[in-house]
């Protein structure tokens, strides 16, 4: 049986940035043959990220990435905050970013064969999860391809907006930071949706029922509350963060600038994360 270095570990461990006796196993197993060792460790770290699939991913970050006039926004999910900032999932992050850039998936599942600097995403994937120990999952992903201009926002990696707009570069970036402040659901009223404006109108319609007022001003009032709706989840309707006495369409106007669609991505919406109550847990081991 070869003889198993601390330096054959290290290289290893290095090659790989999977663990000292992960890595020493490996070898072991290869009777010290390096290249047949990260081949193990390959195949192993991929049945590690299968085992890892069934557990919740809500923490993570928005990627992205624009080239020219096309853009992407990505949302890579892990199982905690903390490696949430690890440089290797950022990257991951990033590759998928550019991934969608270039190649127009046409969902997660494309996404995952599309290759980045000579490595699918899945690969860069299973590599991190294999090296950070953390289920990891690409959640979704908007592209747009534009005769404009892009201008992306991230709030701290957990909030992401991507824009595509006409007009000033500072334009741009002030919208988008607006959005990730307002979080409005639509550029304009005629996009909202059909069922959205009709629920509310119903709410609106009852609510001025009760004052007891006439049909006519029941009606005034009704479209005065639905007014104000649209103004409220309309990125041209809200006022502009930056200057609340101008509304967004107004700046726009201004700067001769104008915005065709928006995406916002927020970490972990509408996961639903498991709560651990470790009071009970250590209560429930005393009791044992």
């Known amino acids: ?31 010290g043959d390096s290249a ?42 892990c199982e905690t905050d903390f490696v949430a900032k690890d440089p290797t999932f950022i990257a991951l992050a990033t590759a998928a970013a550019k991934a969608v850039v270039a190649a127009n998936p046409a969902d997660v599942e494309a996404l995952a064969a599309v290759e980045v600097d000579g490595q699918s995403v899945e690969e860069t994937r ?33 909030i992401g907006v991507i824009v595509d707009y006409k007009g000033e570069e500072q334009v741009g970036k ?10 409005p659901i639509c550029v304009s009223k005629d996009q909202v949706p059909a069922e959205t404006l009709e629920q509310e109108r119903k709410i609106y319609t009852a609510q001025a029922a009760e004052s007891g007022k006439p049909a006519d001003i029941v009606a005034k009032m009704v479209e005065g509350r639905v007014n104000k709706f649209l103004a409220e989840v309309t990125l041209v309707g809200q006022p502009f963060v930056k200057n609340p006495d101008v509304t967004v369409e107004k700046l726009l106007a201004e700067k001769s600038a104008s915005v065709k669609a928006f995406a916002m991505f927020v970490v972990g919406e509408g996961i639903e994360k498991k709560v651990v109550d470790y009071a009970a847990e250590v209560a429930a081991a005393a009791k044992l």
């Open 1 to 31: 049986m070869a003889e198993i270095t601390a330096k054959m570990v290290s290289d290893l461990r290095a090659a790989t940035g999977l663990g000292m006796m992960e890595c020493k196993k490996a070898l072991v197993e290869a009777d």
């Open 174 to 183: 002030d919208v988008a930071m607006h959005i990730a402040a307002s979080k």
């Open 36 to 77: 047949k060792a990260e081949e193990i460790l390959r195949i192993k770290s991929g049945n590690k990220a299968s085992k890892m699939a069934g557990r919740v991913a809500a923490e993570g970050i928005i990627g992205s990435f624009v080239a020219g006039g096309v853009g992407a926004l990505v949302e890579v999910n």
């Open 126 to 158: 299973k590599a991190a999860i294999a090296k950070l120990g953390e289920n990891m999952t690409i959640r979704r992903f908007v592209r747009y391809e534009t005769d404009g201009a892009i201008a992306t926002y991230l709030h701290g990696a957990k």
